[in-house]
């Protein structure tokens, strides 16, 4: 009696454990199958949203809040930055380092080995100028950019390089830097280099929507792009004296239009004084004429008749023994022929 029922309490007690374990098996099973099943729920920032695909196809996009989808391996959530979230990216093509010279600031220097001058572009006049350059895009399309992700840096890249190429081709160098402030090109010039940046950014998302009217579109646009511009070493330091030349050429230029202006001022001046004082002398001796004038103006008129006559007489002896007394000697010749010598004052006996 005491072996049978000791064998049934051990198989009781095996059967019971058995049964726990089986039970903590279901449970932990379950709630794994709970924690499978609520893994893809997510919480999507508020500067980005969610791509979620279903089996390697994007299925939707969610933006920011509570996102739940199934789980993995049936649906993927992939977060992506927001719609108004710019993404930066430096131009690696464009981003050499530049040689520090002595006692001089560093330059970008034209190397001999042609693959190490990519930042070097070639202007409309064949010069040359270093870009450094920084892309700041969005995403537009998740769906083609979740395709090329992981094509998407070098892409830009190649993509921003040909577009530099072609916009500084088209422009001349005082339309992409101040190469030479005194002459910097006018209005023109200073408003395509306002432009320029402007130019680079168009240029550059006509060239993403070629890609993507060819169904390879990256999925991005470029919103702003920022430029640095430089000239390849010892250009610079070459538009300088150039510009030290122009800015003393000028100094002398202004010198000399002042001089002239200053010599033409003082001419001007003389010939109004040389003016001013011929008509003070001109106006005096035509008042010296018109006294002088006068008597005999006013003689003239009575010059008739026998009265004229005496007058006119009286008139010339009156000056007639006026000029005789200044006379040494007068010698007076008779009409018919007689000479009569008539002594002035001072003179001698009459002869």
């Known amino acids: 009696m005491t072996g049978p029922a000791a064998g049934d309490g051990m198989d009781g007690a095996w059967t019971q454990a058995i049964r726990l374990a089986f039970g903590f098996l279901f449970a932990a099973i379950g709630v794994l199958a709970l924690a499978w099943a609520g893994s893809n729920l997510r919480l999507v920032p508020p500067d980005a949203r969610a791509a979620v695909l279903r089996l390697g196809t994007v299925a939707r996009i969610a933006g920011p809040g509570l996102l739940l989808a199934w789980p993995r391996p049936f649906e993927e959530v992939v977060l992506l930055p927001g719609a ?186 003389q010939r109004e004084r040389i003016l001013a004082e011929a008509a003070a002398g001109a106006a005096e001796r035509r008042a010296e004429a018109t006294a002088a004038a006068a008597p005999v103006i006013a003689l003239a008129g009575q010059m008739h008749g026998g009265a004229g006559v005496a007058q006119a007489r009286a008139l010339y002896f009156r000056r007639a023994g006026a000029l005789l007394r200044r006379a040494q000697a007068v010698y007076a010749v008779d009409p018919q022929g007689a000479e009569l010598l008539l002594p002035g004052p001072g003179a001698g006996a009459p002869r």
Do not use: M, W
Not at 98 to 114: C, M, N, R
Not at 119 to 144: G, K, M, N, Q
Not at 192 to 204: A, I, P, Q, Y
């Open 84 to 269: 108004d979230r710019q993404i930066e990216q430096p131009v690696r093509r464009f981003g050499g380092t530049p040689v520090a010279l002595t006692g001089q600031p560093p330059e970008f220097q034209v190397s001999p080995d042609a693959r190490s001058n990519a930042a070097f572009l070639l202007t409309e006049e064949t010069a040359l100028v270093h870009l450094r350059a920084t892309l700041f895009y969005r995403i537009s399309d998740p769906a083609a950019f979740l395709l090329a992700a992981a094509h998407v840096p070098a892409a830009l890249d190649r993509l921003f390089a040909a577009s530099a190429v072609a916009v500084c081709a088209s422009r001349g160098l005082n339309d992409i830097l101040v190469a030479q402030p005194g002459t910097a090109g006018g209005t023109t010039a200073a408003a395509s280099r306002e432009t320029f940046r402007t130019d680079l950014v168009r240029e550059t998302n006509r060239r993403l929507a070629a890609l993507a009217q060819q169904g390879a579109g990256l999925g991005v646009r470029i919103d702003r792009i920022d430029v640095a511009v430089a000239l390849p070493g010892g250009a610079k330091a070459a538009f300088d004296r150039i510009l030290t030349a122009s800015q003393t050429a000028n100094a002398a230029i202004a010198e000399a239009r002042t001089d002239a202006a200053r010599t033409a001022l003082a001419a001007t001046q």
